[in-house]
């Protein structure tokens, strides 16, 4: 099966009432994680590259890679997605490689930092729309700011701050009907990266889950039922994979992430997108420091390249079964850009 739009999968994801992850990748082993988690749990997946990832690979080997991935599992639906992306051209360059799906992030101008206005988020947005919808490519859009940096991107608002960019459901509405993207990124208090809480128990000191603005998402969902929204800093942090790194050598402060049920709360109202980078890193470096740390004398890649492919593959294999894609995947049959751009018209 050729790449599919990423309207499609959320299409379906929201007949089916479900929601599907969207893993970041860099190299060919999360790929195969991935691929071979959709392939065992039948599901169908997004597959998505930041502009760090595509400036890391050099673009055109994940591109390779991509259509390497669609050709080994036929059966299953896949798209291939810019994450944040920071302006028209970006989002030029990356269907012009052949991506199904581009993030135009109008949420933040184009060094990926500062806060846009409102009008210039609709304005870039809409830009994006105009260019991507008669190409059969679909457009995600993100209103209100994600707290947290991650690797330059992100605003790095602290937490007071990050209450005063939540997205505002009533500006969603219009947002939606000025810009005609296909999915939404909402903020509701999530963010990229392993520490996305400064919420303490006062009284024990032990750190708790960030506090999300659920009732944003229920009221989007209420105002726009047919809205694909977008969870972005979605990874959960698991504790056993944290201390796995700090086990073999690591030092990672305690952390929490995003509870799966949150998530699957956001899924029951409207959210078919599920952004998860950091919970494959933690895998995959947990794994990679236990073969240095219990056979120091290995130096083959292939010895903690294999265990750091299957623990990530685990990560793969659960946020499938517990978003509820898995099952999925032949449930239809994948379209075409081609197929995609009459749906435009
Ligand atoms: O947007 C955040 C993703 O986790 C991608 O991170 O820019 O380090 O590739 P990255
Ligand atoms: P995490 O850092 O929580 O995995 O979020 C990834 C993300 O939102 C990518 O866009
Ligand atoms: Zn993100």
Known sequence: MPLVPMRQILDEAAKGGYGVGAFNVNNMEQIQAIMQAANDTNSPVIIQASRGALKYSKMIYLKKL?????????????????DHGNSLETCKEAIALGFTSVMMDGSLAEDGKSPNTYEQNVDITRRVVEYAHPLGVTVEGELGCLGGIEDGHGAGLSADEVDAHLTDPAQAEDFVAKTGLDALAVAIGTSHGAYKSGRKDPVTG???????????????????????????????????????????????????????????????????????????????????????????GKFDPRDYLKPAR????????????????????????GITLEDAKAYYK
């Open 66 to 82: 991509m259509e390497a991935a669609a050709e080994e599992f036929p059966h299953i639906p896949v798209s291939m997605h810019l």
């Open 310 to 333: 299957d623990a990530a593959y685990a990560v793969y294999v659960a946020r499938m079964n517990a978003f509820g894609q898995a099952g999925h995947a032949t449930d239809y049959k």
């Open 206 to 296: 032990e750190m708790l889950p960030p506090n999300l603005a659920m009732e944003r998402i229920h009221e989007i969902h209420k105002r726009m039922p047919n809205c694909h929204m977008v969870m972005h800093g979605s990874s959960s942090v698991p504790k056993e994979l944290v201390d796995i790194i700090n086990q073999y050598g690591g030092n990672m402060p305690d952390t929490f992430g995003i509870p799966v049920e949150q998530i699957q709360d956001g899924i029951k109202h409207g959210v078919r997108k599920v952004n998860v980078d950091t919970d494959s890193r933690l895998a995959i470096t947990g794994a990679i420091r236990k073969v240095f740390v219990e056979t120091p």
